[in-house]
């Protein structure tokens, strides 16, 4: 393990859990901005001038402004989940209606994502509003034969593939967006900004208040988006584009800090871990395992790959993981075998992974993960996001890029083993007594790296803790495989502190396989 690995801390965090239902829309009950009458002055003069540096500048003019959210829609409270699900968008009211994947439908506003947010139309470097008209879209009656009356405004809009067979990317909620990825299922989700996360009683979520989509350059289509909440205004830009390795998008943003924020939150991403083959004590449910997402990876700027299991911990924690210029994280579900999860209706195996890679200099900071417990898979539990290190000011500018590909495939660099599976439970020899107050860990790793070592080749396992004591460590090939390895860890957990292992394979001064970091209650 090199030397200037990424320090690792671990604290409980405040309660709080996000419905997966509300993440994406509800959270948008903070309120969003309708469209002005600047706005409407420009549909009757024919647009407006539009430029990226434009948007930069509004972002801080709106900053210098007072945060006022606006009252949502009251008509919204009528539209619940099931009447969501009897609306359809006319396909015939889709901008770009049949230009590849840049066809573009936006969602109704309900109960759950109950304020409007301002979309605009750019072409020839000047912006026009798009009118909502309840002609959009098709109402199925009820069992009575009744409809409801549509709420005015949009909530979010959705980019469709090709055809119009559902779509590659969708913006609804707060500052939320998501994408089906490669293997075309929805899974975890990312958005703009993480504002004070895991700290009792003061996360903020952000919100797009108002967006404008242009098609390009070239196959691209680019959102620009504007950021406000009480903390900070921002401007965004996502060049976004189909490939194949699944969706990418290029990001760029500028910040404007209106007050200080204890913990900032930059490219974070949220997801759902209930169980998996490590914590098999809460799988109440009659599936094997039930996650969007197994793992948070990490490339350090001083490239040590890391994988760190996601868990369900007994209470709300974060854990930070110390770098400087970081390579990219990303949550991953790196386990895609169907017979895991055997579920065939969410497809648990197809989760798109989402990386981060970070374009120019981050500098100095951490990744950070927060972990909040659940009972159910409804809840998203999971966060992961950078945050620089230096106290986040009112005042302080930020200009940060970066990739975000939702990928099928996993993006760790070719060579070094990766760690496929991680089993938890009694230490000791089976058939005997368990020691008393110990755990173990069962890691296997697999990779090329350990194709044909054997036990006399001077493979061994390095491993450290913080919190408890490792009494015991073995690694040794898997029977009947041709490059796995087993690696075996007793930790003695007699002061009761969960114990923060890191480990990993080695022969000689040769690292065999990436660094596994596990939390072990």
């Given at each position: 393990m090199p030397s200037n690995s990424p320090v690792t801390s671990r604290e409980p965090s405040a309660p709080g859990i996000l419905s997966r239902r509300h993440a994406l829309a509800g959270i948008a009950t903070t309120g969003l901005i309708l469209a002005t009458?600047?706005?409407?002055?420009?549909?009757?003069?024919?647009?407006?001038?539009f430029s990226w540096e434009w948007l930069q500048q509004l972002a801080v003019d709106r900053g210098r402004e007072g945060w006022h959210a606006p009252e949502p829609i009251a008509a919204a409270a009528a539209i619940d989940y099931?009447?969501?699900?009897?609306i359809s968008f006319r396909a015939d009211h889709a901008l770009w209606r049949?230009?590849?994947?840049?066809?573009?439908?936006?969602?109704?506003?309900?109960?759950?994502?109950?304020?409007?947010?301002?979309?605009?139309?750019?072409?020839?470097?000047?912006?026009?509003?798009?009118?909502?008209?309840p002609a959009m879209y098709d109402i199925a009656p009820d069992k009575h034969g009744r409809r409801f009356?549509?709420?005015?405004?949009?909530?979010?809009?959705?980019?469709?593939?090709?055809?119009?067979?559902?779509?590659?990317?969708?913006?609804?909620?707060a500052s939320y967006?998501?994408?089906?990825?490669?293997?075309?299922?929805?899974?975890?989700?990312?958005?703009?900004?993480?504002?004070?996360?895991?700290?009792?009683?003061?996360?903020e979520f952000p919100i797009f208040t108002r967006f404008w989509l242009m098609p390009g350059p070239d196959d691209a289509m680019t959102v620009f988006a504007l950021l406000e909440g009480p903390s900070v205004t921002g401007a965004y830009r996502f060049v976004n584009r189909k490939t194949e390795a699944g969706p990418v998008q290029d990001v760029t943003a500028t910040l404007h800090l209106r007050r200080d924020v204890a913990r900032l939150g930059i490219a974070p991403l949220t997801s759902m871990f209930w169980y998996g083959e490590g914590n098999r004590a809460q799988a109440i449910d009659w599936r094997p395992e039930i996650h969007d997402s197994d793992g948070l990876a990490m490339l350090t700027?001083?490239?040590?790959?890391?994988?760190?299991?996601?868990?369900?911990?007994?209470?709300?924690?974060?854990?930070?993981?110390?770098?400087?210029?970081?390579?990219?994280?990303?949550?991953?579900q790196r386990d895609r075998q169907f017979v895991h999860y055997q579920d065939d209706g969410a497809y648990y195996e197809k989760r798109p992974n989402l990386w981060v890679e970070p374009i120019g200099d981050w500098g100095p900071g951490a990744v950070m993960l927060y972990e909040i417990p659940t009972v159910r898979e409804i809840e998203d539990n999971i966060v992961a996001f950078w945050t620089p290190a230096g106290p986040?000011?009112?005042?302080n500018r930020y200009d940060i890029g970066y990739r975000l590909t939702w990928g099928g495939d996993d993006p760790a660099p070719a060579g070094l083993a990766r760690a496929v599976?991680?089993?938890?439970?009694?230490?000791?020899?089976?058939?005997?007594?368990?020691?008393?107050?110990?755990?173990?860990?069962?890691?296997?790793?697999?990779?090329?790296?350990?194709?044909?070592?054997?036990?006399?080749?001077?493979?061994?396992?390095?491993?450290?803790?913080?919190?408890?004591?490792?009494?015991?460590?073995?690694?040794?090939?898997?029977?009947?495989?041709?490059?796995?390895?087993?690696?075996?860890?007793?930790?003695?957990?007699?002061?009761?502190?969960?114990?923060?292992?890191?480990?990993?394979?080695?022969?000689?001064?040769?690292?065999?396989?990436?660094?596994?970091?596990?939390?072990?209650?």
């Open positions: 009458g600047g706005a409407q002055a420009a549909r009757k003069s024919g647009g407006q001038p099931d009447e969501v699900n009897r049949g230009d590849g994947e840049r066809e573009t439908r936006f969602f109704p506003i309900h109960r759950f994502a109950n304020t409007p947010v301002e979309i605009n139309r750019v072409e020839g470097g000047r912006a026009f509003p798009v009118p909502f008209s009356q549509m709420a005015p405004g949009f909530a979010g809009f959705r980019l469709m593939n090709a055809g119009g067979r559902g779509d590659w990317l969708a913006y609804q909620g967006f998501r994408s089906a990825g490669q293997l075309h299922q929805y899974g975890l989700s990312a958005r703009a900004l993480a504002i004070d996360t895991g700290i009792d009683g003061q996360e700027g001083a490239g040590e790959r890391i994988w760190r299991p996601l868990g369900n911990p007994p209470h709300p924690t974060t854990s930070s993981y110390s770098d400087s210029n970081p390579r990219g994280f990303g949550l991953l986040a000011r009112a005042g599976d991680c089993w938890t439970g009694v230490a000791g020899r089976p058939g005997h007594d368990p020691l008393p107050d110990a755990r173990r860990l069962v890691a296997d790793f697999e990779g090329a790296r350990l194709a044909g070592l054997d036990r006399e080749s001077g493979v061994e396992g390095v491993v450290t803790t913080n919190g408890g004591k490792v009494i015991a460590t073995y690694a040794y090939p898997v029977v009947g495989t041709a490059s796995r390895w087993r690696l075996i860890v007793d930790v003695d957990r007699s002061d009761g502190r969960p114990s923060d292992l890191r480990a990993y394979l080695k022969r000689g001064g040769d690292a065999l396989s990436e660094t596994l970091l596990y939390l072990l209650y």
